[in-house]
Nanobody, 117 residues
Framework: QVRLVESGGGSVQPGGSLRLSCAAS????????MAWYRQAPGEQREFIAA???????NYADSVKGRFTISRDNAKNTVYLQMNSLKPEDTAVYYC???????????WGQGTQVTVSS
């Protein structure tokens, strides 16, 4: 079992920044992908960014150049630095842990991000 705890959400004005954190604990694999998704009201959950144990990162086009995913493998923690936030970034943000070469996905509880003037 793996437990994910997210933090760092909140309210910010357009153009502002927030940094989300997601700490994983439990039976952590040696190699794994950690990713961020978001879900706005009435919308499907969408992929935002991912990071592999080898340092490969991937982003949705909607956040490229504004969001940066990073991780601290020693702490089993992934971060999402969000800059130049827009009202359309408003959503609940979730992190996901996926071991490489083993079954199972785990999700965090979500953290609300609201961008509004």
């Amino acid at each position: 079992q793996v437990r994910l705890v997210e933090s760092g959400g909140g309210s910010v004005q357009p153009g502002g920044s927030l940094r989300l954190s997601c700490a994983a604990s439990g039976s952590i694999a040696s190699y794994y992908v950690m990713a961020w998704y978001r879900q706005a009201p009435g919308e499907q959950r969408e992929f935002i960014a991912a990071s592999t144990s080898g340092g490969i990162t991937n982003y949705a086009d909607s956040v490229k150049g504004r969001f940066t995913i990073s991780r601290d493998n020693a702490k089993n923690t992934v971060y999402l630095q969000m800059n130049s936030l827009k009202p359309e970034d408003t959503a609940v943000y979730y992190c996901k842990y996926q071991p490489i070469g083993a079954p199972g996905n785990y999700w965090g509880q979500g953290t609300q991000v609201t961008v509004s003037s």
